[in-house]
């Protein structure tokens, strides 16, 4: 039976020449019947592929070939299912394509990079290590989302600080605008999806003058590896394919609300109108009903 896997990767480390890099995964992926997402740059490597078990794999031994993603961050998913010529149904098509940044935070001259990654972030804390700070600190200690806020209505960490931000390039602006300047005498802690954005996120908020700032090493997805349900983590994970979503148990709160009725949810659905590129959370029974901004 062919097993569907998702792999979520990245990878901060001076690139010579992005553009190689990108016809090498493109001609791997393809020759893998991979999908999925890769963005390359001077900076790094960026990315999340699906496909049957044993074609990951084979991806991820000649990815960790290469001398500067050997240590490059892998966290493992399950996938939805494979067509009948064994392509991820997860993804529509296989895209690799270089960048000026691999996140699009819109500051790329800021961002430093070395063989060991982002120079000047926040201090790592792996799952247990972010339990030890609250249990030392308590509620002194922020957590700080550093995905899109649509990301949070459907899961976030208890009582995080959600950011009104509608793509990432909205925090660098509030930043500057010293929207958060209240917390920069207390821990904070960056988190996101899988690391990536908390990688850049950190060492903005560190340059912008914050004394105490954390990362969630592997980002929600591990924290949820290794918790669960039954630590600090609330609802659903927001996934950038077509699951939509994933959860880490069979308890997982629904803390999501839908735009229509109210009711709890963690489905998210675009805008039925044509002209409107916004996502929102909505349940089924209100998939017609538009955004916010398009409601009557």
């Known amino acids: ?52 078990l044993p074609a990951v794999k084979k991806w991820l031994r000649r990815f960790r070939e290469y001398p500067a993603f050997k240590d490059a961050d892998v966290k493992w998913s399950e996938g939805t299912a494979l067509d009948e010529d064994g392509y991820s149904l997860d993804f529509p098509k296989l895209s690799v394509k270089v960048r000026e940044e691999i996140v699009s935070f819109g500051a790329p001259g800021e961002l430093q990079v070395d063989e060991h990654g982002v120079i000047g972030g926040g201090v790592r804390l792996n799952p247990q290590q972010l339990h030890e700070l609250v249990a030392q600190r308590g509620d002194d200690v922020v957590f700080f989302d550093g995905r899109n806020a649509l990301e949070a209505e459907i899961g976030r960490f208890r009582n995080a600080v959600v ?108 805008c039925p109108e044509a002209s409107c590129r916004r996502q929102f959370v909505v349940c089924e029974a209100c998939d017609a009903v538009p955004c916010p901004e398009h409601a009557a």
Not at 19 to 34: F, M, N, P, V
Not at 199 to 221: K, N, P, T
């Open 163 to 270: 950011p009104e931000a509608d793509t990432t390039r909205d925090f660098v602006r509030l930043l500057d605008d010293g929207a958060f300047d209240d917390l920069k005498g207390r821990p904070v802690v960056t988190y996101c999806t899988g690391g990536i954005r908390c990688e850049v996120l950190s060492s903005l908020m560190v340059s912008r003058g914050f004394g105490e700032v954390y990362q969630l090493d592997g980002g929600i997805a591990r924290y949820g590896e290794t918790y669960g349900d039954d630590g600090l983590w609330e609802g659903s994970l927001y996934v950038f394919d077509r699951r939509g979503s994933v959860d880490f148990s069979d308890h997982a709160a629904v803390i999501g609300q839908c735009v229509g009725c109210g009711a709890s949810t963690s489905r998210t659905a675009n």
């Open 1 to 52: 039976m062919p097993t569907p896997k998702i792999v979520l990767f990245y990878a901060f480390t001076p690139l010579t020449d992005p553009d190689a890099i990108r016809l090498w995964q493109r001609d791997l992926g393809e020759a893998l019947k991979l999908r999925g997402r890769i963005l390359i740059s001077k900076d790094g490597i960026n990315g999340t592929l699906g496909g049957d």
